[in-house]
């Protein structure tokens, strides 16, 4: 059972910047895409940015700019370096993995970044 473990989320003041983490206890590259999505308090779910195994990459238009997502295939890891908070980015940050073989995407457990005025 592959396992997503997540980390880096914290409280941050407007304007400042985290990096999220999320290890995979397999090979990324075997994986076909893995991505952040967030849910703030009352919100659905949503998505953040996404790599593909390609390279190719995804954001939402309100991270453009803003959010860089990058892995590192030799951990086994991916990123989501987040700049200019602002407290609309305030939310709950899964990490996300599919794969074409697997019945159901793979979750983290999520981690809470908050975004302080």
């Known amino acids: 059972q592959v396992q997503l473990v997540e980390s880096g989320g914290g409280l941050v003041q407007a304007g400042g910047s985290l990096r999220l983490s999320c290890g995979a206890s397999?090979?990324?590259?075997?994986?076909?895409?893995m991505g952040w999505y967030r849910q703030a308090p009352g919100k659905q779910r949503e998505l953040v940015a996404e790599?593909?195994?390609?390279?190719?990459?995804n954001y939402a238009d309100f991270v453009k700019g803003r959010f860089t997502i990058f892995r590192d295939i030799a951990k086994n890891t991916v990123y989501l370096q987040m700049n200019s908070l602002n407290p609309e980015d305030t939310a709950v940050y899964y990490c996300?993995?599919?794969?074409?073989?697997?019945?159901?995407?793979?979750w983290g457990q999520g981690t809470q970044v908050t975004v302080s005025s």
């Open positions: 790599i593909r195994r390609g390279g190719s990459i």
């Open positions: 996300n993995a599919h794969k074409a073989a697997w019945p159901i995407p793979l």
């Open positions: 397999e090979s990324i590259f075997s994986i076909d895409a």
